[in-house]
């Protein structure tokens, strides 16, 4: 008999905390519409016609803490639906602006029909909808959910006080098991961010898996006899898949992925610069400038300014030709990887992606997505989930995985280097002053003004470390927001670390504070005693 082939799909869905209850609007909460409308709404979509047609297929998802928190949300809840709305004004407007054009006219029907997708089920589920719709698939076998860092902290450079790791790790599976009435069975590392040791926090957390990039398995010790075609595992029972290097190649490469195909949908082309203000009334901010709104017209075409109109047909041959290319590419490595006899443990192939690629960042994305499932699992390929495959393949060999991240480099160094080093810094001393904090005030009630301090300090502290904001920073996108947010956070920490500290705590600010950063509700300080 042979061995059954694996092909595990992971997708990791996140966005960080963004949440500016002060302010009556704020362009980056349009990050989570962005996201709604062009990727989680479509895979749900997709994920129920699979269900509806019978197909076997299923994935994993992953959903951040800080992502779930502004799903369930009710103030973003409203304001998402402000935004959805105009939206969806737009796109009348642009559908008898555009009148039969033939290459615009299809794709503003496409996009109404994504924001009124996004609309329907925001209105129908409440706030919370969007997470009951991925739960009732999961419930259904289609999905396996797991989670991710409580903030998405990227741990190794945490690592010098392992109070702040294993805060980040259980905090996450604490909210999870709230969210979802169950523990995470596995873990996302914030960017696959990993040094040898950590599986000990991971596992005392309670995860099964983690997901590395592939250097972190290949490098291991010893040398793992199938590379990356089988996960290994730690010598405390903790199992670690490796990325298989082709699947991201093929979706990553900036020169030669799918997405840079030139017939594809350009992604920094947006009406919202294009068009005259009064197209875009209701849209663009009340105090002037001009942002994206989704509506893109045009194709890659190529180097250079000028762009030509988008082809959806000629689009959609493209997605079949890769799809194509995917499965027969991908079919001939499980088979490499097969032969020989080779049924113990048996071949898997594992393809991490962020959930937003798909659909924001590569606009043809989830209909790739959809024919490569429906299309592997024609070829016979089970597409399983890390449970599912540790389930039939309970012999591993084990290994010590090597320091490794999926970052430009390969480690640390794009949340490390001379843009970042000083928030770096700054968040380590923060760290070492809620440790001395939890061990000073451990004996406090719940529910004292001490202990909702120490709880708020604890938010703000997680919320500062949020991978996001130096790789933000040090990509130079999103202009001064995120080192603001990171300074923003430590101000509040230190604000709660003073006031501790000179039992000087003013309930008001500290009810101001809880609502400015209203999550992680009943979070443990003595995690960092």
């Not at 957390?205 to 290949?218: E, F, K």
């Not at 301090?453 to 920073?473: C, E, H, M, T, Y």
Request: charged fraction near 25%; aromatic fraction near 8%; hydrophobic fraction near 45%.
């Amino acid at each position: 008999m042979s061995a059954a082939r694996h092909f595990c799909l992971i997708l990791h869905a996140h966005l960080p905390y963004v949440r500016h209850p002060e302010q009556e609007e704020m362009y980056e909460e349009s990050w989570l519409v962005e996201a709604l409308v062009e990727s989680y709404v479509p895979l749900l979509g997709l994920l129920a016609a699979q269900q509806a047609d019978g197909v076997a297929a299923s994935l994993t998802l992953s959903l951040s803490p800080t992502l779930l928190t502004m799903l369930g949300d009710p103030l973003l809840h409203a304001r998402t639906l402000i935004r959805l709305d105009r939206l969806d004004h737009l796109a009348a407007r642009e559908a008898i602006r555009v009148g039969d054009d033939p290459l615009l006219a299809p794709l503003v029907t496409v996009y109404r029909q994504r924001v009124r997708a996004a609309l329907d089920l925001l209105e129908s589920g409440g706030a919370g909808g969007v997470i009951a719709a991925f739960a009732r698939l999961r419930d259904q076998g289609r999905i396996e959910i797991i989670t991710s860092a409580a903030t998405h902290g990227y741990l190794p450079l945490l690592r010098d006080e392992p109070r702040a790791v294993r805060a980040q790790l259980a905090v996450a599976q604490d909210f999870y098991r709230r969210v979802f009435d169950r523990p995470s069975p596995g873990l996302w590392l914030p960017e696959c961010g990993y040094y040898p040791g950590l599986e000990q926090a991971v596992a005392e957390a309670g995860y099964g898996y983690v997901v590395l990039d592939s250097h972190g398995i290949a490098h291991g010790t010893p040398n793992p006899r199938y590379g990356v075609t089988a996960p290994v595992v730690c010598a405390n029972g903790l199992a670690a898949f490796g990325r298989d290097p082709e699947s991201s190649h093929r979706v990553w490469s900036r020169d030669e992925g799918y997405p840079a195909d030139v017939w594809y949908r350009d992604f920094h082309r947006d009406i919202g610069f294009d068009l005259d203000a009064a197209a875009l009334a209701g849209v663009l901010p009340k105090g002037g400038g001009r942002v994206p709104t989704g509506f893109k017209y045009h194709r890659i075409t190529g180097r250079g300014d000028r762009k030509d109109l988008y082809d959806l047909d000629r689009a959609r041959e493209r997605i079949a030709a890769h799809v194509a290319h995917f499965r027969a590419d991908r079919g001939r490595a499980l088979a490499r990887a097969a032969a020989g006899g080779r049924e113990n443990p048996e071949p898997v192939l594992v393809a991490p992606f962020d959930a937003e690629l798909f659909g924001h960042w590569w606009f043809e994305g989830p209909a790739w997505l959809d024919g490569v499932m429906r299309g592997m699992a024609a070829d016979g390929v089970a597409l399983s989930t890390p449970t599912a495959y540790l389930a039939a393949n309970p012999v591993l060999q084990n290994v010590q995985p090597a320091a490794s991240s999926w970052g430009e480099g390969g480690y640390n160094e794009y949340w490390l280097n001379a843009d970042t080093d000083g928030l770096v810094r700054d968040l380590g001393v923060a760290a070492r002053r809620m440790v001395d904090l939890a061990r000073r005030f451990k004996a406090e009630a719940p529910g004292s003004l001490r202990h909702r301090a120490l709880q708020q300090a604890a938010r703000s502290l997680l919320l500062a470390q949020a991978s996001d904001w130096p790789f933000l920073v040090h990509a130079g996108s999103a202009g001064d927001y995120p080192a603001r947010r990171v300074r923003d956070h430590l101000a509040r920490f230190h604000h709660l670390d003073r006031a501790l500290d000179t039992g000087t705590i003013e309930p008001r600010i500290l009810a101001a504070l809880e609502f400015m950063d209203d999550i992680f509700p009943g979070i443990d300080p003595s995690l960092y005693a």
